[in-house]
């Protein structure tokens, strides 16, 4: 039998990440997602937002890190993903992931989690829940 994950329903961790324009230059880099939105000041202008606006993998990203680095930590994996974008995050933010445990499986490493992405001015821009699995190291899955 697998051994439970070391959590408490309640238990929160964060992590923050600072979006610059050389980040965004970097993911596109990576990712080939070039929209005009992300680079071009006068495209942007003429949209809702105004301004130039970061990739939503920014805000999905820090959760990938929050996850993987904090908690439930390394070995961690993603089940199932389900969020929401509710707000953009512009050029020059800092993002701040939260993670709320919400269950904790009692028999195998599997946790679910409440998750929030907030904008420096407070706003939030991602919602939603999570059911992550932790490998331990020498245990089956």
């Not at 964060?14 to 997602?33: C, F, K, N, P």
């Amino acid at each position: 039998m697998t051994r439970p994950l070391e959590l408490a329903v309640g238990q929160v961790a964060t992590r923050s990440l600072e979006v610059t324009a050389e980040r965004v230059r970097m993911y596109a880099d990576i990712t080939g997602d070039r929209n005009p939105l992300h680079f071009d000041e006068g495209f942007a202008a003429m949209t809702p937002f105004g301004r130039l606006v970061a990739h939503g993998g920014f805000a999905t990203g820090v959760l990938h890190a929050l996850v993987a680095e904090e908690m439930p930590g390394p070995g961690t994996v993603f089940l199932s993903q389900n969020w929401k974008f509710t707000a953009p995050v512009f050029i020059g933010d800092t993002i701040t992931a939260t993670a709320e445990v919400a269950s904790v499986h009692a028999s195998k490493p599997v946790c679910s989690l409440r998750i929030r992405v907030d904008r420096d001015d407070g706003e939030t821009v991602l919602e939603g829940e999570a059911w992550c699995y932790r490998f331990v190291v020498g245990e089956a899955p």
